[in-house]
């Protein structure tokens, strides 16, 4: 069945996906569809796409307008995700803005910050003080966050809007790790990356830059050109704006030095002592306060590539021309307070005819930007320039032959395997010229070729530790009503979602995610999901059967991994798997791997894709071992009465097997 694409931006295109040249079915091809483009299927989802027809469901999930009311129900508690900049800097203050503003309103000395004898009852005094003006912890923030996207991930209708959110949010990666950011995170992905995801690159890109988190994260909040001086005047010693100054972004208030966000200690988030502004000693790079970070990262990272073809010289050139590219004044303490004093000075009403441009909780001042010629890329920005010439300079960026290949290769990594053909990323790079960035034509082009549907690229994606969890959820129809305990879990597998540090964001491959060890914790993870000891996570695998209970362990390993693998070839997995089951206890210690496996964020040792069968045997090893670690019988009736010890332990076998891990 043709399908017949329409829409604002979105040229008409017929296309039909040929997965019958690769010897599929339609069951096949959907199954292939589902893995790719949503976090998993549900139950029944197979029958549903066929009935539907695949292209008109991908035009649907191009579309992105299913209604999503329950998805929003669940979504209702969560009171803090809808907030504005302003408005979450108003509420979830970082830290060290609490202690100053406790300091300012006398609800502490100023003495004894960070040097309380009773941390205790300095911490109290910080509570109360929070709780008498109505203030929330920026933690509590953070969790209402990561929350709402495991909700979205598991149950939205939406699903390839929000798969496609993921993949451009990691690929303009921000991090809570960056305190200078970290409030400004929940409004950047709401209102910059899933309202373009599925859009042109162009904007994304556009409005990325002019986020808050961004501008922090990268430093260009503080980048500034140097000051035109009047003739026969000497210049003044310059100063370097260093990454996160707590000088530029604070002004003139006294400014408490910000501890490290750590995961709710109070300790940590609140006592930091007031510090004396320090003059950095300047660097060749940056002087006059020019700072790279942001004009390298966006050529290296968010479009040319390493190999797109710039130079040092063009790093700078596009540092000079971004100048002056801040944040609008949202807070009297704190991050971008700064400007509040230049604002109030100009007038908000003049604002525009001196120069400067207001955009939501983004402000260019001319007064910082970098008056001279610049020279990017062979194209040359007149002297005396402003907004525009930013705005033109990550226009030339985004619509560069060189951004075409490298987005659309990392696009092909994402979705078809980890070494996509040169020939379709070819495809997908010709539409993104011809197409002026339209993503949605560019996925159009690529699930419409051979390549993608080739038999040597299905199931060759291995799941990262939060597709792993999200499928595993959608896969067993779980209920969520605590997420936050996923995301402790998606953390000890590896992936501490918003947490990672380096501008990258997390590797798309998996030789970053497997090993011996990480298979053994993914097991692990099956095993506690399906047994009920991870809370507020309900699963019911007797109703995924019709209630029919199977007569042993194999014929429920055999019944359960047609469910949850659906369109597979399972003898191969069976046969691995059919020797765990035989294994007393086999994990008889994953109660104490809930409660001591420390969070971290590994970096696994590479191995190669083929290598995951050999990790499947070494999973057999373990288990001989007693090296795999077991649920307890869960507590609840109700897990109890559904699941059952036997078809828990073999369903989360199911879910921490090697073929599970494919998608």
């Not at 709401?190 to 994260?217: C, E, H, Q, T």
């Not at 996925?443 to 390549?451: A, F, G, P």
């Not at 020797?579 to 420390?598: F, G, H, M, R, S």
Request: charged fraction near 20%.
């Amino acid at each position: 069945m043709a399908s017949f694409l329409k829409g604002p931006g979105l040229p008409d295109k017929n296309y039909k996906f040929p997965f019958k040249h690769a010897g599929l079915d339609e069951r096949q091809a959907a199954a292939q569809l589902l893995n790719r483009f949503t976090y998993g299927a549900t139950p029944g989802q197979i029958d549903e796409v066929v009935k539907m027809g695949l292209e008109k469901w991908f035009d649907q999930q191009l579309n992105a307008g299913l209604p999503d009311d329950s998805l929003n129900r669940r979504l209702a508690t969560l009171d803090a995700i809808n907030l504005s900049n302003s408005e979450v800097l108003q509420k979830y203050p970082p830290g060290f803005v609490v202690v100053h503003m406790a300091i300012v309103d006398s609800a502490i000395s100023k003495d004894s910050v960070d040097k309380a004898v009773n941390k205790k009852a300095y911490n109290d005094q910080i509570q109360a003080y929070m709780k008498t003006k109505g203030l929330h912890s920026d933690q509590d923030l953070y969790k209402q966050f990561i929350s709402q996207n495991i909700l979205r991930a598991a149950y939205t209708n939406n699903q390839l809007q929000e798969v496609m959110s993921d993949f451009w949010f990691n690929h303009f990666n921000v991090s809570f790790t960056k305190g200078e950011c970290a409030q400004f995170i929940p409004a950047y992905e709401r209102d910059v990356i899933r309202p373009n995801a599925l859009g042109d690159f162009d904007k994304l890109l556009l409005a990325s830059a002019k986020s808050p988190a961004m501008l922090y994260f990268l430093d260009n909040i503080v980048s500034q050109g140097a000051p035109v001086q009047p003739a026969n005047t000497p210049k003044p010693k310059p100063v370097v704006a260093q990454s996160g100054s707590m000088d530029m972004m604070m002004g003139d208030a006294v400014k408490p030095k910000p501890a490290a966000k750590q995961d709710g200690s109070m300790d940590m988030m609140m006592a930091a002592a007031p510090v004396k502004p320090t003059v950095q000693p300047p660097q060749n790079k940056n002087v006059n306060g020019l700072n790279e970070n942001y004009a390298r990262e966006v050529m290296e990272l968010h479009t040319l590539g390493v190999d797109g073809g710039y130079t040092q010289t063009d790093v700078t050139q596009a540092a000079k021309v971004l100048t002056g590219w801040t944040m609008y004044p949202l807070s009297s303490y704190g991050y971008g307070s700064n400007m509040k004093g230049l604002v109030d000075k100009v007038g908000v009403n003049n604002l525009e005819a001196k120069g400067f441009v207001h955009d939501g909780d983004f402000l260019f001042t001319p007064t910082r930007h970098d008056k001279t010629e610049k020279v990017v890329l062979g194209h040359t920005f007149a002297a005396n320039g402003g907004y525009q010439e930013g705005v033109d300079l990550l226009e030339m960026l985004a619509h560069h032959p060189s951004t075409a290949k490298f987005i659309c290769k990392k696009l092909a990594v994402r979705f078809v395997s980890d070494a996509p053909p040169q020939s379709l990323i070819d495809k997908m790079a010709k539409t993104f010229e011809e197409q002026n960035g339209d993503i949605k034509q560019v996925l159009i082009t690529m699930v419409s070729s051979k390549e993608f549907w080739n038999k040597n690229a299905l199931r060759e994606k291995i799941k990262s530790p939060f597709e792993l969890a999200i499928s595993s959820v959608r896969a067993l129809n779980a209920d969520i009503s605590q997420p936050y305990q996923l995301f402790n879990w998606i953390s000890r597998m590896g992936e501490k979602i918003y947490y990672y540090q380096a501008p990258t964001g997390f590797p798309d491959r998996g030789q970053y995610w497997i090993n011996t060890g990480s298979v053994l914790n993914r097991m692990n993870f099956g095993l506690a999901l399906t047994s009920g000891r991870i809370p507020g996570v309900t699963v019911n695998l007797a109703a995924l059967n019709d209630h029919h209970e199977p007569e042993s362990p194999q014929a429920a390993l055999v019944t359960y991994s047609k469910i949850i693998m659906p369109e597979r070839n399972l003898d191969k997995t069976i046969k691995q798997l059919s020797p765990l089951l035989t294994v007393p206890d086999v994990a008889i210690k994953v109660n104490d791997a809930v409660n001591k496996t420390p969070v971290t964020t590994p970096t696994p040792p590479p191995t190669t894709f083929s290598g995951m069968d050999a990790v499947s045997g070494g999973v057999e090893l373990d288990a001989k071992k007693k090296e795999i670690v077991q649920p307890k019988p869960a507590a609840s009736a109700q897990n109890t009465k559904n699941n059952g010890t036997m078809l828990a332990q073999v369903v989360g076998i199911i879910i921490g097997s090697p073929e599970y891990q494919r998608r």
